[in-house]
């Protein structure tokens, strides 16, 4: 009653029985060659007894020393012992393994049937899951508190929309600098290849995605390549406040995907090479506006305006 309880196999009976069986063939296997080693010194000790110790020297059988026929005898039962191991397999036959074989292939197909069961069913709980999982998101995404990413356009433009001369800006601002470094700080940054060109170096605490059609243009280590604005909107999904930062054409083309304008709209007028698209406000409400009078740090008056899509 208070006794240890007895193991219980983890194997089947078939595997057991193989398994025992197997270990009697590898057992008949060594003491055949236990039987061929001492076959080998019993032979030379004979031989020495006879020969060198003189050992029944005189007695002779037709002739023949004794140990021959003590060789040859011992030979006749070690050449039975290997008969009985190799031939007439006496631990494990012919019919024995092609029956042994039989129970392990049945054994393993029925494991297999199994197998293919459970994958079918996990299959099916997968496609349930992933049903309910977009069901899910889409139902996120209808909520209103659901957070979405917002594309932001940032620039600097003056009265005439004139934003820059042979890839350089046209002003220095000091606050308007401050204030692209504070919106833009920690989050990814999208321009085309000469406004990333215009840098001497990428912008530190941003991630860099620059768009160019040039398969083999070369860019430092942590920025972003793509060939494409929809590419580079994609690279950036994870921000949920990633900025296009120029140049004209990439500020074209974000003009129908931007959810936001930070604009800082510089009151002058400048001969320029490369303009921002005319704000269409029908499409978009201003929704902030700090003016800025011109001082000893700033050359020009400007405000900084904000525009949201409507």
Known sequence: ???KKKPIPQIDKEQLELIENAQKRIKQKKLLYVHFVLFLIGALFLILANTVLGIGEDFKIFEINWFVFAILL????????????????????????????????????ARIEKLKAGFVKEETLIAQSEVYNESTTKIENLKPNAKKSKLTIIVAAAENDAIGKGNKLIWHLSDDLKRFKSLTNGH?????????????????????????RQDNYKVP???????????????????????????GEIYKQAMNL????????????????????????????ETSNVFHKKDENHDYEFSFLTYERK
């Open 258 to 285: 931007a959810d936001k304008i930070e604009i800082t709209r510089v009151h002058e007028n400048f001969d320029a090479d490369a303009y921002f698209p005319k704000i269409d406000t029908s499409i978009w409400k």
């Open 188 to 212: 990814h940054i999208i321009m085309g290849r000469k406004t990333f060109e215009s840098f001497p170096k990428p912008l530190p605490n941003r991630t860099h995605v620059v768009i160019s």
């Open 1 to 3: 009653m208070f006794g």
């Open 221 to 247: 280590d942590g920025v972003i390549l793509v060939h494409s604005l929809k590419d580079a909107i994609d690279a950036a999904k994870t921000d949920l406040q990633p900025f296009i930062i120029g140049g």
């Open 74 to 109: 011992w030979l006749f039962f070690f050449f039975y012992h290997a008969f009985n191991v190799f031939i007439s397999h006496k631990f494990m036959g012919k019919a024995w393994e092609k029956q042994q074989l039989e129970k392990l292939v049945a054994k393993q197909q």
